[in-house]
């Protein structure tokens, strides 16, 4: 069964990058079926998607994010990172990480990691 | 692009039928067939339930089903149990590798 999840910093200052990365397990991403993507849930609001990578490298993002959003792979790990510049409190969510199928539905998710920017 | 709009909340009791709406424009839920619905536990990730406006994942109930009109998706429980109680999040895509996320919509079952 695939597997995916989330690890870094809990805690980011205000300016600086949030860091996360993606561990998929029970599966390759290196899958030409599949592209791999970030979405985030402030708290106790709606889901708001961030981009997506290919395993070739190729990225995709929110046009709103794009400035300050990178999304790479390393396919001989197995993972996908994300990093966010400039952060604010307003960043402040709870990532989480998914396979997007071909028909641009998120299938597998890994169980999300809360980040917090503040001081 | 603006986040589709979903109504904030809606109920019923067990085994009546709830229909959950998703509204965007012609620029996305209007143009394209890829409307997916979430199931959202508390405190849980995200659970794919329809995906292609209609189609259904393996393991998800047939309870659950999906439809289009126009600008305007929407998602049916059928037959509603207490376990379906949970917050619904549609998502379409926008064109130019961009997908957009309804605002959510609280189910409860009565």
């Known amino acids: 069964q695939l597997q995916l999840q989330e690890s870094g910093p809990g805690l980011v200052k205000p300016s600086e990058t949030l860091s996360l990365t993606c561990t998929v397990s029970g599966g390759s991403i290196s899958s030409s079926s599949y592209y791999w993507g970030w979405i985030r849930q402030p708290p106790g609001k709606g889901l708001d998607w961030i981009g997506n990578?290919?395993?070739?490298?190729?990225?995709y993002y929110k046009p709103s994010l794009k400035s300050r959003v990178t999304i790479s792979v390393d396919t001989s790990k197995n993972q996908f990172s994300l990093r966010l510049s400039s952060v604010t409190a307003a960043d402040t969510a709870v990532y989480y990480c998914?396979?997007?199928?071909?028909?641009?539905?998120?299938?597998?998710w890994g169980q999300g990691a809360l980040v917090t920017v503040s001081s | 692009q603006s986040a589709l709009t979903q109504p904030p909340s809606a109920s019923g009791s067990p085994g009546q039928s709830v229909t959950i709406s998703c509204t965007g424009t012609s620029s996305d839920v209007g143009r394209y067939k890829y409307v997916s619905w979430y199931q959202q536990l508390p405190g849980k990730a995200p659970k794919l339930v329809i995906y292609e406006v209609t189609q259904r994942p393996s393991g998800v109930p047939d309870r659950f089903s999906g439809s289009k009109s126009g600008n305007t998706a929407s998602l049916t429980v059928s037959g509603l149990q207490a376990e379906d109680e949970a917050d619904y999040y549609c998502s379409s895509y926008a064109g130019n590798n961009n997908l957009l996320f309804g605002g959510g919509t609280k189910l409860t079952v009565l």
């Open positions: 998914a396979r997007e199928n071909g028909d641009y539905a998120s299938d597998f």
């Open positions: 990578i290919y395993y070739r490298g190729n990225t």
